[in-house]
């Protein structure tokens, strides 16, 4: 008859400790496992709003107000495109189509800049006669739009036909040719020597006349 074996403390002990190293170590997997997915969820969601971002954007310059016309008033302008002097902020009319808010519907005036928050944003005024001031400056409702968040600056490069070289500002008060081709350097604080850089056709580019500065929207 076999005598019987009883486990003792030592081995208890021992089995007890592997067992919790094991544990530790599948614990530790599924940990980063878990931080791993979730690091791939914000990748996902930042690529989704990159590519908004960009589809967004190229949309919008795509229906810019840039053919000619006459452009002698505001009143029958609706050509504009230039940068502030100052912010460097953009500034141009595009064709909005249809809005909820009627006054938002086809033309519309925009400006492309960086909020105190630094997000990029784009403000829209309606482009109606009674929408201004006597300086001809939007006065009246206003939409914004934002996009990337954490920006430090942007800055813009225009290709012109003329000189065959791409220009940092377009400025105000002159006749120009419309870019045919838009470079957008986007800053953020993270890393703020390194841009990311985009690039954007222009259609139907043609002759047109900047007018006028914008006020930064309160």
């Known amino acids: 008859m076999m005598k019987k074996r009883y486990v003792t403390l030592i081995e208890l002990l021992v089995a007890l400790a592997l067992a919790s190293i094991m544990f530790s170590m ?25 590519r908004s971002f960009q589809a967004r954007l190229s949309n919008i310059f795509l229906r810019l107000k840039t ?14 495109f230039f940068t502030e002097r100052d912010t460097n902020n953009l500034v141009f009319t595009y064709n909005n189509g249809s809005s909820l808010n009627p006054v938002f519907s086809n033309t519309v005036l925009a400006k492309l800049y ?6 990029l944003s784009l ?3 309606p482009w109606k006669k009674e929408g201004y001031d006597a300086d001809g400056i939007a006065t009246l409702q206003f939409e914004k739009e934002t996009f ?3 920006l430090d600056r942007v800055v813009y490069k225009f290709y012109d036909r003329g000189k065959k070289e791409w220009i940092k500002e377009i400025p105000i008060s002159m006749e120009v040719k419309a870019p045919d081709f ?29 007018l006028h500065p914008v006020e930064e929207a309160s």
């Open 26 to 50: 599948l614990f530790g997997y599924y940990y980063q496992l878990k931080k791993m997915e979730l690091k791939l969820e914000y990748k996902r969601e930042d690529i989704q709003e990159w």
């Open 123 to 125: 403000i829209r005024w």
């Open 148 to 150: 990337l968040r954490g």
């Open 114 to 119: 960086i909020d105190e928050e630094g997000t």
């Open 67 to 80: 053919q000619k016309g006459n452009i002698q008033n505001k009143e029958h302008s609706e050509h504009l």
């Open 182 to 210: 838009i470079r957008v350097f986007l800053y953020f604080k993270e890393d703020a020597l390194k841009p990311l850089e985009l690039s954007f056709h222009i259609r139907n580019a043609g002759s047109h006349k900047v």
